[in-house]
Protein backbone atom coordinates (compact mmCIF):
# COMPACT_ATOMS: atom_id res chain seq x y z
CA UNK A 1 0.00 0.00 0.00
CA UNK A 2 1.34 3.74 -0.70
CA UNK A 3 0.17 6.59 -1.94
CA UNK A 4 0.13 5.94 -5.52
CA UNK A 5 -3.44 3.82 -4.58
CA UNK A 6 -5.27 7.14 -3.00
CA UNK A 7 -6.95 8.81 -6.14
CA UNK A 8 -8.48 12.31 -5.70
CA UNK A 9 -11.38 14.26 -7.40
CA UNK A 10 -13.73 17.02 -6.90
CA UNK A 11 -16.65 16.68 -6.19
CA UNK A 12 -19.80 19.25 -5.87
CA UNK A 13 -21.30 19.58 -2.30
CA UNK A 14 -24.54 19.78 -3.49
CA UNK A 15 -25.16 18.43 -7.04
CA UNK A 16 -22.39 15.43 -6.82
CA UNK A 17 -21.14 16.33 -10.16
CA UNK A 18 -17.21 15.44 -9.92
CA UNK A 19 -14.47 17.11 -11.80
CA UNK A 20 -10.36 16.48 -12.55
CA UNK A 21 -8.42 18.49 -9.86
CA UNK A 22 -6.92 21.10 -12.00
CA UNK A 23 -6.30 24.92 -12.35
CA UNK A 24 -9.52 27.24 -13.36
CA UNK A 25 -11.92 25.34 -11.55
CA UNK A 26 -13.33 26.75 -8.27
CA UNK A 27 -17.02 25.94 -7.44
CA UNK A 28 -19.16 23.69 -9.50
CA UNK A 29 -20.07 25.67 -12.60
CA UNK A 30 -23.58 24.64 -12.55
CA UNK A 31 -24.39 25.45 -9.05
CA UNK A 32 -23.01 28.40 -9.09
CA UNK A 33 -25.63 29.80 -11.48
CA UNK A 34 -27.80 29.27 -8.41
CA UNK A 35 -25.55 31.73 -6.63
CA UNK A 36 -27.43 34.34 -5.25
CA UNK A 37 -26.01 37.96 -3.16
CA UNK A 38 -25.40 38.07 0.32
CA UNK A 39 -26.13 34.18 0.63
CA UNK A 40 -22.51 31.95 1.48
CA UNK A 41 -20.94 29.95 -1.50
CA UNK A 42 -22.85 27.43 -3.77
CA UNK A 43 -21.73 24.55 -5.67
CA UNK A 44 -18.52 24.35 -2.78
CA UNK A 45 -16.09 21.61 -4.32
CA UNK A 46 -15.42 18.28 -1.86
CA UNK A 47 -12.24 16.33 -2.83
CA UNK A 48 -12.98 13.00 -2.89
CA UNK A 49 -10.35 10.75 -1.89
CA UNK A 50 -10.34 6.95 -3.11
CA UNK A 51 -8.19 4.00 -2.80
CA UNK A 52 -6.19 2.67 0.20
CA UNK A 53 -4.82 4.08 3.49
CA UNK A 54 -1.32 4.77 2.72
CA UNK A 55 1.02 3.35 5.63
CA UNK A 56 2.59 6.72 6.35
CA UNK A 57 2.06 8.99 9.32
CA UNK A 58 2.91 12.27 7.17
CA UNK A 59 -0.51 13.82 6.59
CA UNK A 60 0.86 15.64 3.36
CA UNK A 61 0.61 11.77 1.64
CA UNK A 62 -3.28 12.18 2.06
CA UNK A 63 -3.03 15.28 -0.01
CA UNK A 64 -4.20 15.74 -4.02
CA UNK A 65 -1.04 17.09 -4.34
CA UNK A 66 2.25 15.10 -4.64
CA UNK A 67 4.35 15.61 -1.43
CA UNK A 68 7.88 17.03 -3.70
CA UNK A 69 5.74 20.35 -4.37
CA UNK A 70 5.27 21.66 -0.82
CA UNK A 71 7.99 24.29 -0.18
CA UNK A 72 10.13 23.21 2.91
CA UNK A 73 8.52 25.38 5.79
CA UNK A 74 7.11 23.69 8.17
CA UNK A 75 3.79 23.76 8.24
CA UNK A 76 1.40 21.50 10.72
CA UNK A 77 2.68 18.52 13.18
CA UNK A 78 1.40 21.40 15.66
CA UNK A 79 1.31 19.52 19.23
CA UNK A 80 -1.03 18.05 21.01
CA UNK A 81 -1.15 18.67 24.65
CA UNK A 82 -2.42 18.40 28.26
CA UNK A 83 -2.48 21.31 30.09
CA UNK A 84 -2.57 20.00 32.77
CA UNK A 85 -3.53 22.75 35.37
CA UNK A 86 -6.38 23.56 33.53
CA UNK A 87 -7.27 19.71 33.13
CA UNK A 88 -6.91 19.49 37.08
CA UNK A 89 -8.79 23.38 37.71
CA UNK A 90 -11.78 22.49 35.52
CA UNK A 91 -12.22 18.37 36.46
CA UNK A 92 -11.41 17.47 33.37
CA UNK A 93 -8.49 15.16 33.03
CA UNK A 94 -8.83 14.38 29.33
CA UNK A 95 -9.12 17.78 28.09
CA UNK A 96 -5.86 18.39 24.93
CA UNK A 97 -4.88 21.81 23.25
CA UNK A 98 -4.09 21.58 19.58
CA UNK A 99 -2.25 24.25 19.50
CA UNK A 100 -2.00 25.48 15.74
CA UNK A 101 -1.11 29.12 16.82
CA UNK A 102 2.51 27.12 16.38
CA UNK A 103 2.48 26.57 12.76
CA UNK A 104 5.38 28.98 11.18
CA UNK A 105 3.30 32.26 10.79
CA UNK A 106 1.33 32.01 13.74
CA UNK A 107 -2.18 30.63 12.58
CA UNK A 108 -3.92 27.05 11.24
CA UNK A 109 -4.51 29.13 7.84
CA UNK A 110 -0.92 27.79 7.09
CA UNK A 111 -2.40 24.44 6.07
CA UNK A 112 -4.39 25.81 3.85
CA UNK A 113 -1.84 27.81 2.23
CA UNK A 114 0.90 24.96 1.85
CA UNK A 115 -0.96 22.44 0.24
CA UNK A 116 -2.37 25.92 -2.20
CA UNK A 117 1.46 26.76 -2.43
CA UNK A 118 1.96 23.01 -3.63
CA UNK A 119 -0.62 23.31 -6.12
CA UNK A 120 0.84 26.37 -7.59
CA UNK A 121 4.28 24.86 -8.07
CA UNK A 122 2.94 21.86 -9.03
CA UNK A 123 1.24 24.07 -12.02
CA UNK A 124 3.49 26.25 -12.79
CA UNK A 125 1.58 29.21 -11.19
CA UNK A 126 3.34 31.98 -9.96
CA UNK A 127 0.59 34.34 -8.81
CA UNK A 128 -1.60 33.68 -6.35
CA UNK A 129 -4.43 36.45 -4.09
CA UNK A 130 -6.60 36.02 -1.79
CA UNK A 131 -8.81 37.95 0.60
CA UNK A 132 -8.80 37.79 4.07
CA UNK A 133 -9.45 38.85 7.62
CA UNK A 134 -5.76 39.20 7.81
CA UNK A 135 -4.54 35.41 9.00
CA UNK A 136 -4.89 33.90 5.48
CA UNK A 137 -3.22 36.80 4.00
CA UNK A 138 0.14 36.61 6.38
CA UNK A 139 -0.14 33.21 5.76
CA UNK A 140 -0.24 32.35 2.45
CA UNK A 141 2.57 35.42 2.01
CA UNK A 142 4.80 33.34 4.35
CA UNK A 143 3.89 30.42 2.73
CA UNK A 144 3.82 31.73 -0.31
CA UNK A 145 7.74 33.72 0.41
CA UNK A 146 8.89 30.49 0.99
CA UNK A 147 7.74 28.71 -1.91
CA UNK A 148 9.08 31.78 -4.18
CA UNK A 149 5.90 32.79 -5.52
CA UNK A 150 3.99 36.70 -5.85
CA UNK A 151 1.31 37.01 -3.23
CA UNK A 152 -1.22 39.74 -3.38
CA UNK A 153 -3.72 40.37 -0.47
CA UNK A 154 -7.18 42.24 0.34
CA UNK A 155 -7.14 43.20 3.79
CA UNK A 156 -9.89 45.12 5.17
CA UNK A 157 -7.59 48.35 6.94
CA UNK A 158 -9.21 47.78 11.25
CA UNK A 159 -7.53 44.27 10.07
CA UNK A 160 -4.87 44.12 13.84
CA UNK A 161 -1.74 45.56 12.52
CA UNK A 162 0.64 42.63 13.26
CA UNK A 163 -1.23 40.55 10.26
CA UNK A 164 -0.44 43.39 7.56
CA UNK A 165 3.29 44.23 8.96
CA UNK A 166 3.58 40.42 9.31
CA UNK A 167 2.68 40.47 5.47
CA UNK A 168 4.71 43.25 4.39
CA UNK A 169 7.52 41.66 5.77
CA UNK A 170 6.70 38.26 4.12
CA UNK A 171 6.91 40.36 0.82
CA UNK A 172 3.65 40.18 -0.09
CA UNK A 173 1.31 43.20 -2.31
CA UNK A 174 -1.07 44.54 0.40
CA UNK A 175 -4.19 46.17 -1.08
CA UNK A 176 -5.65 48.07 1.99
CA UNK A 177 -9.40 47.87 1.67
CA UNK A 178 -11.14 51.05 3.07
CA UNK A 179 -14.34 48.58 4.07
CA UNK A 180 -14.87 45.13 5.87
CA UNK A 181 -13.37 41.83 5.13
CA UNK A 182 -16.74 41.13 2.55
CA UNK A 183 -15.78 44.48 0.92
CA UNK A 184 -12.09 42.74 0.67
CA UNK A 185 -13.81 39.83 -0.72
CA UNK A 186 -15.36 41.13 -3.57
CA UNK A 187 -13.03 43.24 -4.52
CA UNK A 188 -10.17 40.06 -4.79
CA UNK A 189 -12.91 38.64 -6.95
CA UNK A 190 -13.11 41.53 -9.60
CA UNK A 191 -9.25 41.79 -9.55
CA UNK A 192 -8.75 37.74 -9.84
CA UNK A 193 -11.49 37.39 -12.87
CA UNK A 194 -9.11 40.45 -14.82
CA UNK A 195 -5.72 39.00 -13.95
CA UNK A 196 -3.79 35.44 -14.64
CA UNK A 197 -3.44 34.06 -10.71
CA UNK A 198 -4.46 31.31 -8.70
CA UNK A 199 -7.12 32.45 -6.26
CA UNK A 200 -6.66 30.85 -2.49
CA UNK A 201 -10.02 32.86 -1.52
CA UNK A 202 -11.83 30.57 1.69
CA UNK A 203 -14.08 27.80 0.65
CA UNK A 204 -13.99 29.19 -3.16
CA UNK A 205 -10.72 27.73 -3.66
CA UNK A 206 -12.09 24.03 -2.62
CA UNK A 207 -8.02 23.55 -1.24
CA UNK A 208 -8.21 25.62 1.37
CA UNK A 209 -10.78 22.93 3.24
CA UNK A 210 -8.77 19.94 2.01
CA UNK A 211 -5.76 21.55 3.49
CA UNK A 212 -6.91 22.46 6.54
CA UNK A 213 -8.11 18.33 7.13
CA UNK A 214 -4.46 17.50 8.21
CA UNK A 215 -5.71 19.16 11.60
CA UNK A 216 -8.15 16.53 12.27
CA UNK A 217 -5.54 14.09 10.73
CA UNK A 218 -2.98 15.22 13.10
CA UNK A 219 -5.40 14.80 15.86
CA UNK A 220 -5.81 10.86 15.25
CA UNK A 221 -2.40 9.98 14.93
CA UNK A 222 -1.29 11.88 17.79
CA UNK A 223 -4.23 10.85 20.31
CA UNK A 224 -4.32 6.95 18.79
CA UNK A 225 -8.21 7.33 18.41
CA UNK A 226 -11.15 9.55 17.76
CA UNK A 227 -11.81 11.59 20.47
CA UNK A 228 -14.90 12.20 21.65
CA UNK A 229 -15.55 16.23 21.33
CA UNK A 230 -13.61 18.76 19.11
CA UNK A 231 -14.24 22.00 19.50
CA UNK A 232 -13.86 24.41 16.45
CA UNK A 233 -13.98 28.41 16.56
CA UNK A 234 -16.31 29.35 13.40
CA UNK A 235 -16.56 32.27 11.21
CA UNK A 236 -16.53 31.06 7.28
CA UNK A 237 -16.73 27.52 8.08
CA UNK A 238 -13.75 26.15 6.04
CA UNK A 239 -11.59 25.34 9.73
CA UNK A 240 -14.98 23.63 10.53
CA UNK A 241 -15.24 21.49 7.26
CA UNK A 242 -11.66 20.90 7.29
CA UNK A 243 -12.12 19.15 10.73
CA UNK A 244 -15.21 17.05 9.01
CA UNK A 245 -13.44 16.24 6.33
CA UNK A 246 -10.57 15.03 8.19
CA UNK A 247 -12.10 12.76 10.39
CA UNK A 248 -14.34 11.29 7.42
CA UNK A 249 -11.74 10.69 5.56
CA UNK A 250 -10.34 8.81 8.17
CA UNK A 251 -13.29 6.59 8.33
CA UNK A 252 -13.68 6.38 4.96
CA UNK A 253 -9.82 4.50 4.75
CA UNK A 254 -10.84 2.09 7.28
CA UNK A 255 -8.96 3.81 10.16
CA UNK A 256 -11.75 4.23 12.28
CA UNK A 257 -15.17 3.37 12.41
CA UNK A 258 -16.99 7.05 14.03
CA UNK A 259 -16.03 10.72 14.22
CA UNK A 260 -16.43 12.71 17.08
CA UNK A 261 -19.07 15.05 17.95
CA UNK A 262 -17.57 18.33 16.23
CA UNK A 263 -18.75 21.75 18.39
CA UNK A 264 -19.14 24.87 15.97
CA UNK A 265 -18.20 28.00 18.43
CA UNK A 266 -18.94 31.68 16.98
CA UNK A 267 -19.00 34.72 18.60
CA UNK A 268 -22.58 36.19 19.66
CA UNK A 269 -22.00 39.36 17.10
CA UNK A 270 -20.51 36.98 14.25
CA UNK A 271 -22.75 33.89 14.29
CA UNK A 272 -24.82 33.55 11.03
CA UNK A 273 -23.56 29.67 10.80
CA UNK A 274 -25.30 29.27 14.31
CA UNK A 275 -28.31 31.41 13.59
CA UNK A 276 -28.50 29.13 10.39
CA UNK A 277 -28.30 25.66 12.25
CA UNK A 278 -30.62 26.77 14.68
CA UNK A 279 -33.52 28.22 11.59
CA UNK A 280 -32.36 25.70 9.17
CA UNK A 281 -31.76 28.49 6.64
CA UNK A 282 -29.55 31.25 6.52
CA UNK A 283 -31.00 34.71 7.48
CA UNK A 284 -30.45 38.14 5.98
CA UNK A 285 -26.92 38.46 6.80
CA UNK A 286 -26.11 41.34 9.93
CA UNK A 287 -22.97 43.25 9.87
CA UNK A 288 -20.77 41.69 12.44
CA UNK A 289 -19.40 43.12 15.29
CA UNK A 290 -16.55 41.05 17.61
CA UNK A 291 -13.27 41.49 19.39
CA UNK A 292 -12.76 38.34 17.61
CA UNK A 293 -11.28 39.71 14.23
CA UNK A 294 -10.54 36.41 12.52
CA UNK A 295 -13.83 35.27 13.07
CA UNK A 296 -15.97 38.37 11.90
CA UNK A 297 -17.51 37.81 8.81
CA UNK A 298 -21.68 38.97 7.77
CA UNK A 299 -21.88 36.37 5.26
CA UNK A 300 -19.88 33.06 5.80
CA UNK A 301 -18.49 32.31 2.69
CA UNK A 302 -18.55 28.11 3.44
CA UNK A 303 -21.79 28.71 5.52
CA UNK A 304 -24.02 25.66 3.42
CA UNK A 305 -21.21 23.61 3.29
CA UNK A 306 -20.49 24.14 6.90
CA UNK A 307 -23.97 23.82 7.76
CA UNK A 308 -24.37 20.63 6.01
CA UNK A 309 -21.88 19.18 7.67
CA UNK A 310 -22.87 20.14 11.01
CA UNK A 311 -26.63 18.28 9.92
CA UNK A 312 -25.32 15.32 8.40
CA UNK A 313 -22.66 14.65 11.35
CA UNK A 314 -24.69 15.79 14.52
CA UNK A 315 -22.28 18.51 14.94
CA UNK A 316 -23.33 21.25 17.93
CA UNK A 317 -23.31 24.49 17.51
CA UNK A 318 -23.14 27.44 20.14
CA UNK A 319 -22.04 31.23 20.78
CA UNK A 320 -20.30 33.36 22.86
CA UNK A 321 -20.01 36.71 23.83
CA UNK A 322 -16.89 38.56 23.50
CA UNK A 323 -16.59 39.17 27.04
CA UNK A 324 -16.72 35.48 27.43
CA UNK A 325 -14.00 35.19 24.66
CA UNK A 326 -11.63 37.54 26.68
CA UNK A 327 -11.87 35.55 29.84
CA UNK A 328 -11.50 32.37 27.94
CA UNK A 329 -8.58 33.90 26.30
CA UNK A 330 -7.14 35.50 29.95
CA UNK A 331 -7.86 32.02 32.06
CA UNK A 332 -5.88 30.46 28.88
CA UNK A 333 -3.26 32.42 29.05
CA UNK A 334 -2.25 31.98 33.05
CA UNK A 335 -3.67 28.49 33.51
CA UNK A 336 -2.32 27.01 30.73
CA UNK A 337 0.59 28.85 29.46
CA UNK A 338 -1.32 29.05 25.97
CA UNK A 339 -1.32 32.82 24.48
CA UNK A 340 -3.65 32.07 22.11
CA UNK A 341 -5.64 35.04 19.64
CA UNK A 342 -8.60 36.06 20.61
CA UNK A 343 -10.68 33.91 17.69
CA UNK A 344 -8.50 30.89 19.02
CA UNK A 345 -9.80 30.98 22.02
CA UNK A 346 -13.81 31.22 21.16
CA UNK A 347 -13.29 27.06 21.04
CA UNK A 348 -12.09 27.25 24.96
CA UNK A 349 -15.12 29.89 25.94
CA UNK A 350 -17.48 27.39 23.91
CA UNK A 351 -16.16 24.54 25.64
CA UNK A 352 -16.86 26.66 29.30
CA UNK A 353 -20.18 27.18 28.10
CA UNK A 354 -20.84 23.91 27.06
CA UNK A 355 -18.64 22.08 30.42
CA UNK A 356 -21.99 21.23 32.40
CA UNK A 357 -23.47 19.34 30.09
CA UNK A 358 -20.41 17.17 29.20
CA UNK A 359 -18.57 14.11 30.85
CA UNK A 360 -16.28 14.75 32.72
CA UNK A 361 -14.11 11.67 31.66
CA UNK A 362 -14.93 12.45 27.89
CA UNK A 363 -11.82 13.39 25.89
CA UNK A 364 -11.91 16.65 24.49
CA UNK A 365 -9.68 18.69 21.94
CA UNK A 366 -9.64 22.32 21.53
CA UNK A 367 -8.46 23.50 18.64
CA UNK A 368 -6.25 26.50 19.10
CA UNK A 369 -5.99 27.98 15.88
CA UNK A 370 -4.09 31.54 16.13
CA UNK A 371 -1.34 32.90 18.34
CA UNK A 372 -2.35 35.71 20.35
CA UNK A 373 1.06 37.70 19.77
CA UNK A 374 -1.20 38.62 16.37
CA UNK A 375 -3.43 40.76 18.04
CA UNK A 376 -2.24 42.61 21.24
CA UNK A 377 -5.01 45.17 21.06
CA UNK A 378 -7.76 42.96 21.95
CA UNK A 379 -5.91 40.97 24.33
CA UNK A 380 -4.91 44.20 26.05
CA UNK A 381 -8.63 44.42 26.82
CA UNK A 382 -7.94 41.22 29.15
CA UNK A 383 -5.19 42.66 31.55
CA UNK A 384 -4.31 45.79 33.67
CA UNK A 385 -1.74 47.72 32.35
CA UNK A 386 0.96 49.57 34.64
CA UNK A 387 -0.04 52.93 34.75
CA UNK A 388 3.41 54.51 35.21
CA UNK A 389 6.83 53.29 34.78
CA UNK A 390 8.41 53.11 38.27
CA UNK A 391 12.08 55.54 38.69
CA UNK A 392 14.88 53.37 38.39
CA UNK A 393 15.75 55.41 42.14
CA UNK A 394 12.05 53.77 43.30
CA UNK A 395 12.02 51.09 45.31
CA UNK A 396 9.67 47.88 44.57
CA UNK A 397 8.11 46.37 47.40
C1 LIG B 1 -9.71 31.85 10.05
C2 LIG B 1 -9.68 31.64 11.49
C3 LIG B 1 -10.75 31.04 12.18
C4 LIG B 1 -12.03 30.65 11.53
O1 LIG B 1 -11.93 29.84 10.39
P1 LIG B 1 -13.11 29.82 9.34
O2 LIG B 1 -12.67 28.89 8.31
O3 LIG B 1 -13.24 31.24 8.83
O4 LIG B 1 -14.34 29.41 10.05
C5 LIG B 1 -10.61 30.84 13.54
N1 LIG B 1 -9.50 31.24 14.20
C6 LIG B 1 -8.47 31.83 13.58
C7 LIG B 1 -7.30 32.23 14.38
C8 LIG B 1 -8.51 32.04 12.21
O5 LIG B 1 -7.48 32.66 11.62
Known sequence: MNKETLQFIYKCSECGKTYAIEPGIYTCPDCTKKQKENEPLRG???VELSGAAPDSRDVRDF????KDFFPGIPVGNTPLWSPERLQKQLGFPRLFIKDDGLNPTGSLKDRASYLVAAFARQHGIQNIIVASTGNAASSMSGVGAAAGLNITIFIPKTAPEAKMVQSLQYGARVILVDGTYDDAYELSMKYAAKNVCLNRNTAYNPLTIEGKKTAALEIFFQLGRVPDFVFVPVGDGVIISGVFKGFNDIVKLG????I????AVQAE???AICRAFNAGKFLEPLSSRTVADSISVDV?????????NLTRHHGKCLT???????????QLSSTAGLFAEPAAATAFAGFMKMKAELDCSAEIVMLSTGNGLKDIVSARKGVAIPEKPVKTTGEIT
Open 44 to 46: VLD
Open 63 to 66: LPVP
Open 255 to 258: LAKK
Open 260 to 263: PTIV
Open 269 to 271: GSS
Open 300 to 308: PRNGFHALA
Open 320 to 330: VSDEEILTAQK
